[in-house]
Structure formats: C-alpha cells, structure tokens
C-alpha cells in the first residue's frame, strides 16, 4: 500500500510564508501527477496546484504568483511554498498523488490523499 503524510502547516500572519511538505511511502511504487488541494470551513475542497511526473505545473488563478508546487523524486516528496499568504487562504490543505504499486503478485493502480494540515492566516 501507500501512504502520504503532509507537514508543515501553522498559523501565520497575513503576508507570511509557509512550506508544506507531504512525503509517499511504500514498498514497490511509482508516482504519476502530485496535486495539493483545500478545504475552507463550509466549502469545497478545491485545487491548489498540481506538478505532473514531468514536472509541468498547474495552478489556481487565486495562488498564481503567490504558491510553487515542487517535487522531489529521489525523496518521493511534494512540496508548496507559499507566500504572501491572505486570510482567504485558510483552510485544511490535502496533498494527493496517484500512480501504480505493487502487491508481491500485480501492479495496482493508486489515488491517495494525505490526511490534511491546517492552514491560518491572521489578518
């Protein structure tokens, strides 16, 4: 099987910076598309940004400018840095990555999410 952990939330001014980290593990696995996503209270969850396995990026017009998603392979570890952080982007951020694993017998495809960092930004 194969799991993620996020780290790296907290609470942080309005203007401040934060980097969050979500590491993959497993036994025999790869990784495709890597994405972080939120949830602000009484909303959807939303996309973030997202990085392919080729590294192309994608953002939300809201983050533009603001956020950058990276991954590192050799670590199997996605991160977003984010500053000039607003109250707006409060929320419980999930990272998520899918992509095949193997169970001894098969590869099995994956879509897994971390389970959430909260994010708050004071104004």
């Known amino acids: 099987q194969v799991q993620l952990v996020e780290s790296g939330g907290g609470l942080v001014q309005a203007g401040g910076s934060l980097r969050l980290s979500c590491a993959v593990s497993g036994s025999i696995f790869s990784i495709n598309a890597m994405g972080w996503y939120r949830q602000a209270p009484g909303k959807q969850r939303e996309l973030v940004a997202t990085i392919s396995s080729g590294g192309r990026t994608n953002y939300a017009d809201s983050v533009k400018g603001r956020f950058t998603i990276s991954r590192d392979g050799a670590n199997n570890t996605v991160y977003l840095q984010m500053n000039s952080l607003k109250p707006e982007d409060t929320g419980v951020y999930y990272c998520?990555?899918?992509?095949?694993?193997?169970?001894?017998?098969?590869?099995?495809?994956?879509?897994?999410w971390g389970q959430g960092t909260q994010v708050t930004v004071s104004s």
């Open positions: 998520n990555a899918d992509g095949r694993y193997y169970t001894g017998t098969q590869w099995n495809d994956y879509y897994r």
